[in-house]
């Protein structure tokens, strides 16, 4: 008796020693002392064709260590031996999560979604790249998944508000965003959507002040600057528009903006504003645009500043010699200084006649 109980357990330590690990445990943590390579080495050991169970065996011990690129590497392996596996592209789509490469991941989870599976853990990130991917196939069915799923969420109720609004339904948009904003009246994609939701329901006042509230939190957006003029000049307010345009310029220096700033200021005469504006053109890289150019003379010229005005019509005449406006415009700047020097020689020389008519007093 003692002898078979002896041999028995002799039996178990060697099968123990010999193979630890059965091929469906092997990633799990059985024994903290033995390495992840070991373990790895050992799970090849046990399957004697390099087949896609094993290799998906080896991506989710690596995974269960964090240790992703190899897991990815792992899987990919499986996928190219078995392509049709669900789950093997649901395990590749949480690996590229992992990494941050979300388009891939994405791709990924569309893949294992259309073969039959789907992972909640999944939805948040396949609600957010079918939007950012303009995904017109699957967004609605993803993003409104999500939002079932987690309808008190701030995260859902956004992605669900940016569906709306990418479907045209603004004020089911507005209505989804406005209870976002009332829990977080500083949510700047929840912003984003109502700015946008109430311009394309041309509500000027609410767009605006949306529009105002996202340059509270991002001050140096040209983008933002150019947008709010725009709907400045539809409320009937160029002068904000012009000042609009201007600070758009400032932080992205494109020629439509300074172009728009420049003649609205012209409208309500603010030569000055024009002529300060346009003087980084007269002497940059872009000093040959006709537009600013023909601007800035005519504000010179208002301005009673003749010589300046007829030097950047000089030079619009080197670019279009054939503009019949500019050389008109030209010619009368030219009779102006022509007309105040023949003033300024007529005033010259009735003072030397008073001078000569005047008798010398003799002290």
């Not at 989804?176 to 041309?202: G, H, P, Q, R, T």
């Not at 992205?252 to 980084?280: C, E, M, R, T, W």
Request: aromatic share 12%; with cysteine; charged share 25%.
């Amino acid at each position: 008796m003692k002898n078979w109980v002896l041999g028995g357990l002799i039996l178990f330590v060697i099968g123990c020693v010999q193979q630890p690990y059965g091929k469906e445990y092997i990633y799990t943590p059985k024994d903290d002392r033995l390495s992840l390579q070991s373990k790895v080495d050992m799970l090849r050991e046990s399957s004697a064709v390099n087949d896609d169970a094993m290799l998906s065996a080896i991506s989710l011990l690596y995974a269960q260590n964090n240790n992703w690129i190899e897991a990815k590497g792992a899987i990919s392996k499986a996928i190219k031996l078995n392509p049709i596996n669900s789950t093997y592209h649901l395990y590749l789509a949480k690996y590229n999560a992992e990494l941050a490469n979300n388009i891939e991941a994405y791709e990924e989870a569309k893949v294992a979604f259309e073969l039959g599976s789907y992972d909640k853990k999944l939805e948040s990130l396949l609600a957010r790249m079918a939007l950012e991917t303009s995904d017109t196939v699957n967004r609605k069915e993803f993003v409104t998944k999500f939002y079932q799923s987690n309808k008190k969420s701030r995260e859902a109720q956004v992605l669900m508000a940016k569906l709306y609004l990418m479907e045209q339904k603004y004020n089911t948009a507005n209505t989804m965003v406005e209870k976002v904003l009332i829990a977080d009246s500083l949510n700047i994609e929840a912003i984003k959507i109502a700015y946008k939701s109430y311009s394309n329901l041309d509500s000027l006042e609410r767009a605006l002040y949306y529009g105002e509230k996202l340059l509270e939190i991002d001050s140096t957006n040209a983008q933002y600057y150019f947008e709010l003029a725009v709907l400045y000049l539809g409320a009937d307010k160029p002068l904000r528009a012009a000042n609009y345009f201007t600070k758009s310029y400032q932080y992205q220096p494109l020629l439509s903006s300074l172009y728009l700033a420049l003649g609205n200021y012209n409208k309500f005469h603010l030569y000055d504003s024009v002529i300060f504006y346009s003087d980084s053109i007269f002497s940059g890289i872009n000093s040959g645009d006709k537009n600013i150019l023909h601007i800035r003379a005519k504000a010179l010229d208002k301005s009673y500043k003749y010589d300046q005005s007829y030097a950047v019509y000089n030079r619009l005449t080197k670019i279009d010699s054939t503009d019949s406006l500019v050389s008109a415009e030209k010619e009368i700047v030219l009779r102006k200084i022509a007309y105040l020097h023949r003033k300024k020689r007529e005033q010259e020389q009735l003072a030397d006649s008073l001078v000569n008519a005047m008798p010398i007093i003799k002290f």
